[in-house]
């Protein structure tokens, strides 16, 4: 293999729980070492440079979404996704025209229209926060406010929100534990409530994102029930978890670095540019995965069509080779031209807005009411699953000194 060093002991292993507590000297070997890497154990790919993940991301012709973004092989028809296809296991042009008309309700204009309800609950959970001086900060703002965005955009009663939670953590618990059949029950339940929601705002519209895709129906006769159906999925399996990660993960790193906390309390000025710089070393989706369309030449080593490539984002976002010698350590000064968090190109997380607003007000709220609070990311439980890295409970104190 032309330029790499390859070490006979690397390997890639699938993380959940508490494996994901230190993920990164493996993707540091792979990168180093085995950039193609290929795993035996089930027959596929990773992808963990940047520029390699970067290119593939971008080319949804050789990387096809259509057959699922995890590693598992025939995954859409298990758990019961071969009809609903979500708008992200799409491949352009049927993903194109889609995107566009839900695109039009998540710009970033849009989102900042609901900044003022979720600074309202976040101030309202942190006041709570004080009362209680010591709780589980997942548990009381970082899991229900990602709930709160979601059911926002989705128009669902405030009545039914806790279902937000439980059904993506239903799916992603039983696809861990390897039981299709419980993720398939819980994924029916989600799309069964939702084909009811849409009856209702067939006739009862609000101003809310699938009331409008409901009433375009009537002018866009592209836009059918499977599709709606399929954002809503998208929405409430790719919108929640992510940014519960991205809360639970900036706490964690800005208690590890004060330096960096007394940098953004000194200059709260640097709070967007210290999102953009948690979300690269945060990264809450720290891998997906497509399938060749093609053989694929790579660093000397050929992956057939037909094969599961799973595009290591976390890995590639700490890449000395694109982000310097540093990559590793947390700089809220850094300049960041580009990172894989959201992915890139056709595939760009259509929600990026909205988990950065999430991301920011939490950030000027907690700094400037609670300048001294702490987590123990020690004593924190990572949830199950092998794609999103994110604490399930994380111990929060108000007012912990800045030693």
């Known amino acids: 293999m032309s330029g790499i060093d390859q070490s006979p002991g690397v390997t890639y292993e699938a993380r959940s729980g508490e494996t994901w507590r230190d993920p990164y000297p493996m993707y540091a070997a792979l990168r180093d070492h085995d950039p193609v890497h290929h795993v035996a154990d089930g027959d596929h790919w990773v992808l963990s440079r940047f520029d390699d993940v970067f290119d593939a991301a971008r080319d949804t012709t050789t990387y096809s979404s259509a057959q699922g973004l995890t590693t598992t092989y025939g995954e859409r028809e298990k ?6 296809a979500p708008i992200v296991m799409l491949d352009p042009p049927e993903h194109t025209a889609f995107r566009r008309l839900v695109g039009r309700a998540l710009t970033p204009r849009h989102v900042q229209a609901i900044e003022p309800l979720v600074r309202a609950f976040v101030v309202g959970r942190l006041d709570r926060l004080r009362e209680l ?13 990602p709930s709160l965005v979601v059911a926002h955009y989705l128009g669902v009663p405030e009545a039914d929100r806790s279902h937000v939670d439980g ?12 039981d299709p059949f419980a993720a398939g029950q819980a994924l029916a339940d989600l799309l069964g409530y939702f084909s009811a929601l849409m009856e209702r705002r067939r006739v009862d519209p609000g101003d809310d994102l699938l009331s409008a895709l409901v009433q375009a129906q009537a002018h866009e006769t592209e836009v059918d029930d499977v599709e709606i159906l399929g954002f809503c999925f998208t929405m409430v399996a790719g919108g929640n978890d992510t940014a519960t990660s991205l809360l639970g ?8 670095h004060l330096d ?3 940098l953004l309390l000194d200059r709260p ?3 967007p540019g210290a999102v953009e710089e948690l979300l690269r070393v945060v990264c809450p989706v720290q891998g997906l995965a497509r399938t060749t369309t093609r053989d694929v030449q790579l660093h000397g080593v050929t992956i057939p069509a037909g094969r599961k490539v799973l595009l290591l984002y976390a890995s590639a976002n700490r890449d000395p080779r694109e982000f310097g010698d540093d990559a590793e350590l947390l700089d809220v000064t850094r300049t960041i031209p580009r990172h894989l968090t959201f992915s890139y190109g056709a595939h760009h997380c259509i929600g990026a807005a909205a988990a950065r607003l999430q991301a920011r007000v939490v950030l000027e709220e907690l700094l400037a009411r609670c300048p001294g609070f702490s987590v123990d990311g020690d004593a924190g439980v990572f949830a199950s699953g092998n794609y999103v890295r994110r604490f399930r409970s994380l111990p929060f104190c108000w007012n912990a000194p800045l030693s």
Do not use: C, M, S, Y
Not at 133 to 145: H, M, N, Q, R, S
Not at 170 to 178: D, L, P, Q, R, T
Not at 249 to 256: E, I, Y
């Open 260 to 262: 960096q906390r007394r």
């Open 269 to 271: 000025e640097l709070v």
């Open 79 to 84: 758990i019961g996704l071969d009809v609903a």
């Open 133 to 145: 001086g010591e709780a589980d900060v997942v548990a009381e703002l970082f899991k229900p406010l």
């Open 249 to 256: 993960g900036a706490a964690d790193l800005l208690t590890r």
């Open 167 to 178: 059904w993506p953590e239903a799916i992603v618990e039983a696809n861990a534990h390897g």
